[in-house]
Each structure stands twice: as C-alpha cells, then as structure tokens.
C-alpha cells in the first residue's frame, strides 16, 4: 500500500505534464512511457533518504489490466520496452544499469535504481527497442512508429542534480505516410515528361 501512495505524486505528475483538457499526442508522437524520480524512503533522524528512479510503460488496454492512460498515453496495444538501460551521471560518475525487458506497467525499482537523497544525478538517458511498431490507439486508429528504437535524454531543471519529481515523457515517431499510387504516377509522369524534353532538346541540335 505504501509503495502504491508513493508513486501518486508520479502519476499526477503525467497530467500535469499537459495542458488539461488537451492531448500531448500530436499526429507525429504519441507517448508511451515515463521516467521519474521519486521519493522512496524519508529522511531518517541523520537526515538520510533514499529516492528511487521509476519507469512506467503504459501501454496496454485498460480494460484487459493494461496501463494506457487516454488520451495522453493512447497506446492500448501492450508493448514491451526490449533491453532497456538508463545511462546515468551520479556524482560525476557515468553508469550504465541494465534494465532488461519491461513489459506494460511499472518497473518496481530494485538496489540499481535506489540512490542516497544526496546523490547528484546530472544527466539521464533511457533507451530501449519497441517489442512492436503498430500501435492500436484509444480512438480505434493505427499508428506506426519510424523506429523500433526508442529514447528520452534528460537534463535537470536547475541545471545541476535532479530533484525529487523531476519526469520525462518517452515518445515514439510516426513512420512518414508512403506516398499513394496516384501521387506516385504524377511523379513518374513528370520524371518522363522532363526526359523527353531533353532528349528532343539533344535531339533538334543534331
């Protein structure tokens, strides 16, 4: 129950990430994820605590136990994040923790995600690769994403350590839209046009 009210001022946090009454899916991104940091033990009588990066994948139709959250996290299709690593700096010290596969939810974090509250962490950077790249949205629509490759780069926002609530939202891209078979015999057309005006041009001056 405790580690359920922790994670509240996360979840919060995501709509205030956006403008409410608004999307933040834009018809190039939607989002998928998020990465936090958060409180996860209190300072004791010596004035030491402990806070926690969190990574939640919310993906998945909400009615079949799935973490999407319309219309900000719209996928319903579950998807797992495919050998994920966050690549931290923690007191000027690069490290690199393997996070392995994260299905749709929330990675309950373990030692490699616990950090002293004193710890300055000065950069972050998530990467994993999508188990899928066709996505069923809320409205009943397809996406599909440019990549299978994801990532979120996260700076602080006082630009020295992360502070407790600090939160980056992972987005994937929209493949560009091939062209349709009318478009494309317009362009054939026009390439053809041009080639045989140069070669009556070449032709007329012989």
């Known amino acids: ?34 990465v936090s940091l958060d409180p996860f033990i209190s300072p004791n009588d010596d004035g030491i605590g402990l806070i926690a990066l969190d990574v939640f994948n919310l993906t998945g139709d909400p009615a079949s136990g799935g973490f999407a959250l319309d219309p900000d ?42 950090f002293p509250d004193a710890a300055l962490i000065s950069s972050l950077a998530f990467s994993a690769t999508l188990s899928t790249t066709s996505f069923l949205l809320g409205d009943a629509s397809t996406f599909v994403a440019a990549s299978a490759a994801i990532s979120l780069s ?6 020295v350590a992360f502070t407790p609530g600090e939160a980056g939202v992972i987005q994937v891209e929209r493949a560009s839209e091939a062209p349709e078979p009318f478009a494309l015999l317009l362009v054939a057309m026009g390439l053809g046009a041009s080639a045989a005006q140069r070669y009556t041009k070449r032709k007329n001056r012989f």
């Open 1 to 34: 129950m405790q580690r359920v009210l922790r994670l509240v001022p996360s979840l919060l946090l995501l709509w205030a990430l956006v403008p409410v009454g608004a999307s933040s899916v834009s018809a190039d991104t939607i989002n998928v994820g998020i």
């Open 73 to 114: 996290f719209p996928s319903h299709t579950p998807v797992t994040f495919l050998a994920a690593t966050l690549t931290l700096v923690v007191d000027g010290n690069s490290k690199v923790i393997d996070l392995g596969d994260l299905a749709p939810g929330l990675r309950d974090p373990a030692l490699d995600l616990l």
């Open 154 to 159: 996260m700076l602080p926002a006082n630009g």
